[in-house]
C-alpha cells in the first residue's frame, strides 16, 4: 500500500475542524497574568520623560517594565539594532517603550493609559530617495555602535548594500538598439494571519518557558535568549498549532515582554496582540522602489542591464540585508540577460520593521522584471509570449551568483503545459475606445525560485503497538508538511497507513535542530532526514527479525506493517512484536538523521556585500492570468488563472494544490486590494481589515494548477519545495493582463481601482496623439 | 451583572459587565475556546457562531441579550465521538489548513446547508463573503460542500 | 451598570423616557459593539432593542406604502418578496452590507439611526421617499428620512425617541430603481460611493419623475434634486440629459480622502455610475 502521491487526510484536521487544536490564544496556565504592550503614537521622536508610577500603582497589576527593567542591548538578524524598549529615541509608531503585567487585560489597558510619556516629535524619515540622499537625517544616529550579525556592507541610513557590477554593461547600453526605462513604486503587504500574535511566558526553576505559535522554534530560542542575555539552552520553546504564519511569525517580536515579566511576577504571562496592533507592528513585506534599464536589440534581447532597487527596512534591518542579496538571482527573471549592473539597498526609515512574507521580495522584482519584459515587448514591436520564449533559461544557463542551473528547460515545458490548455492568441488591437465595455487582458509571467535549506532533524521511533513516531521541531504554519507531507513519507518506508503514524508539535528542549517553516522547505528537507532515519531503523528492525527468523537480514522486507521473508508468505512478523522483542533484548528502537542540503557552488566575487548566496534546488513557474477590467469603476476581476509547476514528486496532490490556490490568492490580494498608505507622519492610514483588504471567497477564481514532476534526486521521493513559490509571480502576472486589457504599462502595486482608471486615460490620451 | 445563556443545549450562568461580547462569555468564563477571536470588528468571521441557527459574528453579539435563544459553537457540532459529515467533507477535500478560520467557517456552511440544501459554488461562496480564510483561497472549501451536498443527495435518493 | 433587554415597544419606550440621555441603544451591534470595543464610547447604561419582535415586520400599509419595522434585519429584507416587488432597490443594498453574518444582526433601524455617510439603505431609501416613524411617551411623529439625517452620525431622534419603522413609496408600474455600491471586492465593503436611482416612466417612454440618491460623497447621503430635474422629461438614451444630470451629481457631491479610496475617485466615478444605474432602470422597467 503506498501511502505517496495520495490525498491523505491531515492527522490534524479532525481536531482542528472541531475547534479543539489548541493554539497560543487558547492556552491558559493556573494564576497566569495579562500583558499589554506600551507603544508610542508617532514615528520619531526625542524622548524626555517616562512615568509609569500610575500605572504600577493600580490595583490588579502586578508589574510594569520599562528599558530601565530589561536589558538594554540590541540584537537582530543581521544588524543588532533593535532594543526591547526605546529609551532615548523614538523610531517607529507602535514601538515598545513599556510593558504591564495585571491580573485582567482591562486593567493591563487601564495602566497603559496611566502612563505618562513626553516626548519631543522630530519628522520622521518616510521617503526611501530622501532617506538615502547625501546629508540626510539619520534614523540612527549611533548606527556605528550597532555590531554586526552578517558583514552588511552599511553606512548611514543604508542598513545593507548589495552591489554587482561586471564588465560589459555601458557597452550593451553604447551598442543597443534601444534602451528601455522603467521605475518601479510597491506597497507594504501585511500577513494577516487569522491568529494574532500572541505568547505564554513563565519563568520556571531559572528558565525561561515560552509556548507559542512560532514558524521557527529554535530560532526564536537563540533571538530570545540573546535579547535576554541568557544562554540558549536556558529558553525553551513550546510550539503549538499556528494560526497562519507566511513569515509573519519567523522571528523575534512580543516574546521578550512576556519573559521579562514572567520573571519579574513569578507568574506566568499572557500576550495576546489585538488587530491593530498587530496589523502596525508587523514584519510585513517592504515596500519598494525597483529601477530597471535595460539596453536591448532589435528582437528585444536584453544585452545589458542595470537594475537598482531600493527596500524599506523600517526602523530596524531586520532580514532586509539578507534580501538584498535576491535582487541579484531574480534580475532576469526566468530570461537570459546580457551583463547586468545590480545595486540592492536596504534603507531604515522611520516605520515599522519589514520582514520575511512569503516570497519575500521575490515577489516585487519578479513584477518589475515581468512588466519590463512587457514594456520592453511593446517597444520592439514583438509579441509578448514569443519575446519570453526566445529568451527563457535553458539548462546550463548561470544566475548572476554564478550558480548553474542545471534544469531550466523545465522553465520551457512549464510554458508548454499552459499552452495546452490555454492557447496563445497574439493580438494586434488596441482595447475598445468603448468608454463602457468591459476590458479583458492576458498576463503571462514565469519565475524560478528556491527551495530553502536550513537543515533540519527528524528521529522515528518503533513505538510498543507497531506504530511509528515522528518526532521533530518541524512545523507547518498551515501547509500540511508536517501532518501530511512528512508523515506519509514515514508511512510509506514502513508501508503503514498514514494513520500509524503520530508526529509532534516542536520543543526544543526534546527535539533537534528543525529550521523552521519558510521556504519550503519541510518536506524537502525534513523529508529527507525522515527518510535516512528511516533507512537507519528499518536496519536496526531487520537485525531484530533476522535474528528471530534465523536468517539474513538481506531476506526480509517490511509488508503492511510486518517484517516478512522474502519468499515465505507463512512467515510474517508484526512491528509491535518487533518492538516486544527489542525491548527485552536490545532496548527500544529509534533512530534520528539530520540533513543538510548541499549548496550549490557560485562565484563569491560576484558582488559586495552578498548574504544570501545560493539558490538551492531550484523550481520552476510559469503562470497566466485573465482579467475583465470594468471602465466604470476600475474594479478588476480575475476570471482565469493557470499555474504551471515543478514539484519534483506531489507527495500529497490535495496539499499540494491548497498551497497553490493559497498562494495565488494572496498573490491577488497583492495585485489587487492589500494596500498600507503610510504617511509624511510614519503612520499606517490602514489599521484595521476594514480598510485593509484581504481578499474574499466571491473575489477569487479556481486555480487550474499544472503540476510538473521531474523527481529531485535529493528530495524524499523526488520532492522539491512547493508551498512558497506560487505567490512570486501573482503580480507580475496579474499587471501583466490589466496593462494589455486597458492598453497602458502599470508601475505599482497594488493596482487599485483608482490606478485603473488613471491608466485607461492615460493609454487613451497616449493613443489619440 | 449577571447573565444567563444556552449553548449547545447546556444552560450556563456568568457575571460580567454589561457590553461584554459572547466572544469573550464563551472563550474567557465558558472555556469554549473553539470560536476564535481573530479581529474584533465583524470582519474576519472566526467568531462565528448560531443564535437560533443564524450564523452572527459572537464579537459583536452583546451577552446579556440572549436569554430564551439558542447559541451553537463549533464544540456543538457533531457528536462527543464524531465529526458532522460536514466537517469530515472539510479534512478530506483539503479545506483545512492552519485551522484557525474553520470553526467559524463549518458554523456558516452548516447553517448554510440547514437553509439551501443544494447551494451552487455562488451561492456557497457568497455565504462564506464574511469568513476570511488566508491559507486556503477558498476552492477547497467549497469543494468540500460540494462534495457533502452530492454525498446527501445520494444518500437521500438511496432511502427513497 | 445595566443591561435590559426590551421586549416590546411599549417598555423601549419607558425605558427611555426615564434616562434617554444615559442609555446606549444597542440593536444589531454591528456599528456600536465594534465602537465600544475601541474604547471608543463608554456607556454603563444599555437597553437591548434587537429582540423586539413586534419591530420585526414587513407589510403593504394604507395607501400602498411598504411599511418595514425598524428592526428587521438587512438579511430578511433583502430575501422578502414584498420588498424584491416593490423596493428592489432597498432588497440590493440589504444584500450588500458586510457579509451573511452582519446582515442577520444588523437592522434597517440602526443603519438609519447609526447614520454613517457611508449607510447602504439610505440612497435607495431616500430614492422611495421614505419616512421615519419615532415613537416616544410624549407621542408618536412621522418625519422624511430627508429631514431625519442631519449629518455625520447625527438625527432627529431626541434621546427618549424610539424609531420603530420605515415607510416607502412602492416602485410604480412603468418604473424600475437600483442600488449600485462602488467598492473593489464583492463583499464586506463600506461604500465609496453609494448611488441609488428609481426612474418612473410614461406610456411614450419620458422619465415623468426621478430619484437620484447618493451616499458617501458628503457628510449625509442626500438626494440629486439638480440631477432628478435634468432627467425628468428625457426619454432613453438622452445622452444630454444623462450627462447634464451627471454633471449636477458631481457638483452636489462632497466626497473627502479616507483610507478606503481618494476623493478623485469617488467623484470620477459618479458621472459614469449614474449612467449605468440608469441604463438598469431603463432596461428593468423594458422587461418589466
Not at chain 2, 115 to 136: D, F, M, Q, Y
Not at chain 3, 275 to 283: F, G, K, S, V
Request: contains cysteine.
Amino acid at each position: 500500500m503506498s501511502a505517496l502521491g495520495s490525498s491523505a487526510a491531515r492527522s490534524d484536521g479532525p481536531v482542528k475542524v472541531r475547534g479543539q487544536a489548541r493554539y497560543t490564544v487558547d492556552v491558559e496556565v493556573s494564576g497566569m497574568l495579562h500583558c499589554v504592550i506600551a507603544r508610542t503614537t508617532v514615528a520619531a521622536g526625542r524622548i524626555i520623560r517616562l512615568d509609569v508610577s500610575k500605572a504600577r500603582a493600580l490595583p490588579g497589576v502586578h508589574a510594569v517594565i520599562t528599558a530601565l527593567e530589561a536589558p538594554t542591548h540590541r540584537t537582530g538578524l543581521a544588524v543588532n539594532d533593535q532594543p526591547i524598549f526605546a529609551s532615548t529615541y523614538i523610531s517607529y509608531e507602535g514601538e515598545p517603550i513599556a510593558a504591564v503585567a495585571a491580573d485582567t487585560k482591562a486593567i493591563a489597558r487601564r495602566a497603559v493609559e496611566l502612563i505618562e510619556f513626553e516626548f519631543e516629535e522630530t519628522i520622521p524619515m518616510v521617503d526611501l530617495d530622501e532617506s538615502v540622499a547625501e546629508g540626510a537625517r539619520l534614523v540612527h544616529p549611533d548606527w556605528q555602535t550597532f555590531s554586526l550579525v552578517a558583514p552588511c556592507e552599511r553606512y548611514d541610513n543604508v542598513a545593507g548594500e548589495v552591489f554587482a557590477d561586471p564588465q560589459g554593461v555601458d557597452s550593451a547600453f553604447a551598442q543597443a538598439a534601444h534602451v528601455v526605462v522603467d521605475e518601479y513604486q510597491v506597497g507594504r503587504q501585511y500577513q494577516a494571519y487569522l491568529e494574532p500574535k500572541a505568547v505564554v511566558a513563565e519563568y520556571v526553576s531559572g528558565r525561561y518557558l515560552i509556548q507559542i505559535s512560532h514558524q521557527y522554534p529554535f530560532s526564536l530560542r537563540n533571538r530570545l535568549a540573546a535579547a535576554l542575555g541568557v544562554r540558549s539552552s536556558d529558553v525553551r520553546v513550546i510550539g503549538h498549532h499556528i494560526g497562519g504564519g507566511f513569515g509573519g511569525k519567523l522571528d523575534l517580536g512580543i516574546e521578550p515582554y512576556a519573559a521579562l515579566l514572567a520573571k519579574v511576577t513569578g507568574r506566568a504571562v499572557k500576550l495576546v496582540q489585538e488587530r491593530t496592533e498587530d496589523l502596525i507592528t508587523c514584519p510585513s513585506r517592504e515596500n519598494a522602489i525597483i529601477r530597471i534599464r535595460s539596453a536591448v536589440d532589435v528582437d528585444g534581447k536584453v544585452l545589458g542591464r542595470d537594475l537598482d532597487v531600493l527596500l524599506d527596512s523600517g526602523a530596524a534591518a531586520g532580514d532586509t540585508p539578507y534580501l538584498c542579496s535576491i535582487a541579484l538571482f531574480m534580475a532576469g527573471g526566468a530570461y537570459r540577460i546580457g551583463p547586468t549592473r545590480v545595486r540592492a539597498r536596504a534603507i531604515y526609515t522611520n516605520t515599522a520593521p519589514t520582514g520575511a512574507f512569503r516570497g519575500v521580495n521575490g515577489t516585487y522584482l519578479i513584477f518589475a522584471v515581468e512588466r519590463h519584459l512587457d514594456h520592453i515587448a511593446e517597444v520592439v514591436g514583438v509579441d509578448r509570449m514569443a519575446i519570453r520564449l526566445a529568451n527563457i533559461l535553458n539548462d546550463g544557463d548561470k544566475l548572476l551568483s554564478g550558480q548553474t542551473l542545471d534544469d531550466a528547460s523545465i522553465l520551457g515545458e512549464a510554458f508548454a503545459e499552459v499552452e495546452k490548455v490555454a492557447p496563445w492568441v497574439m493580438e494586434t488591437r488596441p482595447p475598445s475606445t468603448d468608454s463602457t465595455s468591459v476590458l479583458r487582458g492576458i498576463g503571462i509571467a514565469a519565475t524560478p525560485w528556491l527551495t530553502n535549506s536550513m537543515p533540519g532533524e527528524a528521529t522515528l521511533r518503533l513505538a510498543d503497538d507497531g506504530t511509528i513516531c515522528l518526532i521533530s521541531a518541524a512545523n507547518d504554519n498551515g501547509s500540511g508538511a508536517v501532518t501530511m507531507g512528512l508523515r506519509q513519507i514515514a508511512a510509506e518506508e514502513f508501508d503503514l497507513s498514514v494513520e500509524d503514524v503520530t508526529t509532534t508539535l516542536p520543543d526544543t528542549d526534546t527535539q533537534g535542530f528543525d529550521g523552521g517553516s519558510q521556504g519550503s522547505r519541510t518536506t524537502h528537507v525534513v523529508g529527507r532526514a525522515v527518510h535516512e532515519s528511516a533507512i537507519k531503523l528499518r536496519q536496526k528492525i531487520f537485525d531484530v527479525a533476522s535474528k528471530h527468523f534465523e536468517v539474513d537480514v538481506t531476506d526480509l522486507e517490511i509488508v503492511a506493517g510486518a517484517v516478512g521473508v522474502l519468499g515465505v508468505p507463512s512467515l510474517r512478523l508484526p512491528l509491535a512484536e518487533v518492538a516486544m522483542i527489542a525491548r527485552r533484548t536490545v532496548g527500544s528502537l529509534g533512530a534520528t538523521a539530520s540533513y543538510a542540503p548541499a549548496l550549490p557552488s557560485y562565484d563569491p566575487s560576484c558582488a559586495t556585500g552578498f548574504l544570501f548566496t545560493t539558490f538551492p534546488n531550484p523550481t520552476y513557474h510559469v503562470h497566466l492570468a485573465e482579467v475583465e477590467v470594468d471602465q466604470v469603476t476600475g474594479n478588476v476581476s480575475v476570471t482565469r488563472y493557470i499555474v504551471a509547476q515543478e514539484v519534483g514528486k506531489a507527495i500529497n496532490p490535495a496539499g499540494v494544490y491548497g498551497q497553490i490556490q493559497g498562494a495565488v490568492t494572496q498573490g491577488i490580494g497583492y495585485a489587487l486590494y492589500e494596500g498600507i498608505d503610510i504617511g509624511n507622519d510614519g503612520r499606517y492610514q490602514q489599521r484595521t481589515l476594514a480598510s485593509y483588504r484581504l481578499p474574499l471567497a466571491p473575489d477569487i477564481p479556481r486555480v487550474e494548477a499544472l503540476l510538473l514532476e521531474h523527481p529531485n534526486p535529493n528530495g524524499p521521493f523526488g520532492a522539491k519545495g512547493v508551498a512558497e513559490p506560487p505567490i512570486v509571480p501573482v503580480a507580475a502576472a496579474i499587471g501583466n493582463a490589466i496593462s494589455n486589457a486597458v492598453g497602458y504599462q502599470i508601475t505599482s502595486l497594488p493596482i487599485r481601482p483608482n490606478d485603473v482608471l488613471d491608466a485607461i486615460e492615460a493609454g487613451r490620451k497616449m493613443r489619440q496623439k | 451583572m449577571r447573565l444567563s445563556l444556552r449553548v449547545n443545549s447546556q444552560d450556563y450562568a456568568a457575571d460580567v459587565e454589561p457590553g461584554t461580547s459572547l466572544l469573550d462569555v464563551l472563550r474567557d468564563e465558558l472555556h469554549l475556546t473553539g470560536t476564535k477571536e481573530g479581529c474584533v470588528e465583524g470582519e474576519c468571521g472566526a467568531c462565528t457562531v448560531l443564535v437560533d441557527g443564524r450564523p452572527l459574528d459572537a464579537c459583536l453579539v452583546a451577552a446579556h441579550g440572549l436569554e430564551g435563544t439558542e447559541v451553537t459553537t463549533i464544540e456543538g457540532i457533531g457528536t462527543a465521538d464524531s465529526m458532522s459529515s460536514l466537517q469530515k467533507a472539510m479534512v478530506e477535500a483539503g479545506g483545512v489548513q492552519c485551522g484557525f478560520c474553520t470553526p467559524g467557517i463549518v458554523m456558516t456552511l452548516t447553517a448554510l446547508i440547514a437553509e439551501s440544501p443544494n447551494p451552487t459554488e455562488h451561492e456557497i461562496r457568497v455565504a462564506l463573503a464574511g469568513n476570511i480564510c488566508r491559507c486556503t483561497g477558498y476552492a477547497q472549501i467549497v469543494d468540500a460542500v460540494l462534495a457533502h451536498t452530492s454525498e446527501l443527495q445520494i444518500a437521500s435518493k438511496d432511502t427513497m | 451598570m445595566t443591561f435590559l433587554t426590551a421586549r416590546s415597544t411599549e417598555q423601549a419606550v419607558s425605558e427611555l423616557a426615564l434616562r434617554g440621555d444615559e442609555l446606549l441603544v444597542l440593536a444589531g451591534g454591528t456599528d456600536v459593539m465594534v465602537q465600544y470595543q475601541r474604547r471608543e464610547i463608554q456607556h454603563s447604561s444599555w437597553l437591548q432593542i434587537r429582540r423586539i419582535k413586534e419591530l420585526q415586520r414587513i407589510d403593504i400599509a394604507t395607501g400602498d406604502r411598504l411599511n418595514i419595522g425598524a428592526l428587521t434585519s438587512h438579511r430578511v429584507i433583502s430575501l422578502d418578496p414584498l420588498v424584491a416587488r416593490w423596493a428592489p432597490a432597498l432588497a440590493t443594498a440589504c444584500s450588500t452590507v458586510g457579509g451573511w453574518q452582519t446582515q442577520e444582526a444588523g437592522t434597517i433601524g440602526g443603519n438609519i439611526c447609526n447614520a454613517s455617510p457611508a449607510a447602504d439603505l439610505a440612497p435607495p431609501l431616500l430614492a422611495a421617499d421614505a419616512t421615519v416613524t419615532l415613537m416616544s411617551s410624549r407621542g408618536s411623529r412621522t418625519m422624511p428620512l430627508s429631514e431625519f439625517i442631519l449629518g455625520r452620525r447625527s438625527t432627529a431622534r431626541q434621546p427618549d425617541e424610539l424609531a420603530t419603522a420605515l415607510e416607502l413609496k412602492p416602485l410604480p408600474d412603468r418604473a424600475g430603481e437600483v442600488y449600485l455600491k462602488l467598492g473593489p471586492r464583492r463583499a464586506m465593503e463600506v461604500a465609496l460611493v453609494g448611488l441609488a436611482v428609481r426612474l418612473m416612466f410614461d406610456d411614450d417612454g419620458v422619465v415623468i419623475d426621478a430619484r437620484v440618491a447618493v451616499g458617501s460623497v458628503a457628510p449625509a447621503p442626500f438626494r440629486s434634486q439638480e440631477a432628478e430635474r435634468a432627467l425628468i422629461g428625457s426619454r432613453f438614451n438622452d445622452v444630454a440629459a444623462i450627462e447634464a444630470a451627471a454633471a449636477a451629481l458631481t457638483a452636489d457631491a462632497a466626497p473627502i480622502d479616507d483610507a478606503r479610496a481618494p476623493a478623485v475617485y469617488r467623484r470620477r466615478v459618479l458621472s459614469p455610475l449614474l449612467a449605468r444605474a440608469i441604463a438598469q432602470c431603463q432596461n428593468q422597467t423594458i422587461r418589466n
